[in-house]
Each structure stands twice: as C-alpha cells, then as structure tokens.
C-alpha cells in the first residue's frame, strides 16, 4: 500500500471517527435538555425518555408505525441534501413533495399502472426542482424565495385539484382511491407491518449515495458546492451544478410524493394532512444525516421514532398537570432534533458566508 493510500485511509477514519463522536455527543446533550426541560415541568425525566426512545420499539405496533415516515422522508431529506452539496439551499422539497403526489395519483387513477404513476410524479418534483434553479442561476432570483412561493402555490393547486377533480364520488374527505395495480403493497414479519415502498426509497437512498459519491455528476456536483472557484479551475460550472442538483433534487422529492400515494396511502384527504410537512422535515434529516444519503437512512428512522415516541409521551406520562401535554413532547423531542442538526447546519453556514466573501473579494478585486 502507497503512502498517499495509507494518508487517505487515515483521514478517512478520522473523519468517520469525529463524525460518529459529534452524532453521539449531539445526541447525549439533547437527551439531557429534554430531561431538564421534564423535570423543570414536573415529569419524571427517566419514564417521559423511556416512553420516548423504547416504549415505541417494544410492541410490533410501535415498530410499524416507526417504519412508516422513513418511506417519505428519507426522499425528501435526499431532495435537501443534494443541493446542499452544491450550494443550494432547497427549500422547496415541500412544493416538489405536492407535484409528484398529485402527478402521480392522476396518472394512477388514469393509468392503474404503479410504475407510470411514480415516474410520472418523479418528472414533476424535478421540472419544479428544475424551474427553481433556472431562475435562481439565469435571473438571480433567491432559491427560498422561490420555493417558498411556489410551496404555497402548488400546496393549494394540489388542494384544488384533490376536492374539485379527484374527489371521491363516496368519501367526501379525500380523492379518488387509486386501484391496487397502482399501489406498492405491504408485507409483515412477524406482526410488524412493513411497506415495500420503505425498501424503494431506501434503494433510491443507495442510488443517491452512488450517484453523489462515485460517478463525474456526483463529483462535480460536490466540487462547485466546497469550492466555485476551484471548479471554474477545473472546467465545471457551479451554475449548471447548482441546476443539475436541483433538478435532482427535485426528483427526489416528486418521488416522495409519489410513494406518499401509491405507496402508501392511496389517496390523498382534502386537508392534504398526509403530505403536510413532509418535506420540511427533510431539512431537519438531511442534516441530522450530515447531508450524506446513508446518514439521511438511519436519521429518518430516529426521526420517526422521535415522532412516534413523542405520542408516547402523550397518551402515558403522567405528572402533577395530568398527561403531558402535545407541546411539551413535541419540545422534547425537538430538543434531541435541533442537538443532532445544529453543528452541522451551522458549518453549512459558515462555508456558505465564507464563499460569499471570497466572492465578493474576487469580484472587487477584477473590478
């Protein structure tokens, strides 16, 4: 083995090793802030984390509920993380998760056909995931700006669309249902309930981590995000990175959403609650998963635990004001959220003013 290959391997493990420690450490203190946060309100700390972060591990209910979110969110994390990579903050996994899940329930319901419906809904997530970084690269136009206005645009086209053309004849909550041949079914092992679509998005996890880490696309995608400059050095353009990942990006999110109804529900109710904050919860993945699609896989999952753990806490810690109220779970579990998430989120932006100043001292300086 050369000396360059065993420098590699080192810093390689190096970095795995911080990596591991800084996740664990995130960890510990957040669970050490949600029990201060139990006892400072008069519930007992050890039962409200055991109710957190076991009880919904000890019946095949609570490990099938677990499994669930992970099918959505693991795509929308990915829909967040690749762009990030380049330098993109996209927000709007939201509007793309809306795109693909109404794409593909009307190709569903017009096809009966689950491999049209979920391509179909894959092709929407990425012309909006497309559309955004065109005008972000092309008119200078801020990506969440955008996104936030076209998150709320197509939230209401979707609702428009699911109560005034899709709605069911016989069920006046939701749309249409597609037929079973439009749909991922589910199978068990043992009593727990497991859904195909959470083994196809965490295939697409493993496309997404080849595809970032061991093709050019990946590599220039990676390249423009670290360093603008050095690409330009090397013959790739950030811009059309930054629009390459968010047309991927996109992607990913309209898979979301196209799993989230045919893989899934079904339908989608005339409150849209099904699809509601879904890609917004991708963000908190994607970085508690370090931007990294392997990572994103087993953040999801803590995610969803989180979620279900938190009902938990609900329905069954008892204090000195009857059960705990949704808002003091929900604050626990937030707190363990916002411990995984906030060191990288704020390397993330530290690198991103740190290439705006070089930017602008690069600009200035042809000025």
């Known amino acids: ?35 201060i946060l139990l006892a400072a309100t008069g519930y007992d ?12 591990l000890t019946t095949p209910g609570g490990v099938s509920y677990v499994l669930v979110k992970p099918i959505f969110i ?12 380049a330098g993109v903050f996209n927000i709007g996994g939201e509007g793309q998760l809306y ?19 979920f391509l179909a809904g894959v092709a929407a997530g990425s012309l909006v995931g497309l559309f955004i970084g065109w005008l972000k690269e092309t008119r200078g136009a801020n990506e969440v700006v955008t996104a936030i206005m076209l998150n709320l645009a197509l939230f209401n086209i979707t609702l428009y669309l699911v109560t005034n053309v899709f709605g069911s004849q016989i069920y006046p909550n939701q749309s249409e249902s597609l037929p079973r041949s439009a749909m991922l079914g589910y199978f068990f092992i043992g009593r727990v309930k497991i859904y195909y ?9 493993i496309v997404a981590y080849f595809l970032v880490y061991h093709t050019s696309v990946g590599y220039w995608i990676r ?25 991927i990006g996109g992607a990913f999110g309209g898979a979301a959403g196209a799993l989230a109804v045919a893989g899934y529900a079904g339908y989608i109710d005339v409150t849209l609650s099904s699809l509601y904050g879904l890609g917004f919860a991708g963000i908190g993945v994607a970085l508690m998963g370090r931007n990294h699609p392997i990572g994103i896989i087993f ?15 609900e ?7 009857g059960y705990a109220p949704k808002e003091l779970a929900d604050a626990v579990s937030g707190l363990i959220i916002v411990a995984l998430a906030l060191p990288y989120a704020y390397r993330m932006l530290i690198a991103r003013v740190r290439q705006a100043r070089i930017a602008k001292k690069v600009g200035g300086g042809k000025a």
């Open 1 to 35: 083995m050369s000396l360059v290959s065993r420098i590699k391997g080192y810093l390689l493990r190096e970095e795995v090793a911080s990596t591991a420690l800084e996740i664990v450490g995130s960890v510990l203190i957040g669970v050490l802030a949600g029990v």
């Open 45 to 56: 700390p050890l039962q409200g984390m055991y109710y957190l972060l076991v009880a919904p």
């Open 74 to 85: 693991i795509l929308t994390g990915i829909a967040f993380a690749i762009p990030a990579l």
């Open 99 to 117: 795109a693909g899940a109404i794409t593909a329930l009307a190709v569903g319901l017009g096809t009966g056909n689950f491999v049209l419906a």
């Open 197 to 205: 679509s959470l083994i196809f998005s965490t295939a697409l996890a």
């Open 223 to 247: 390249v423009a995000g670290a360093s603008p400059k050095t690409a330009k050095y090397a013959g790739i353009s950030p811009s059309s990175a930054a629009v390459l990942s968010m047309l």
């Open 299 to 313: 953040s999801s999952m803590f995610f969803s635990l989180l979620i279900v753990g938190g009902g938990e806490i």
């Open 315 to 321: 329905r069954n810690l008892y204090g000195p004001f």
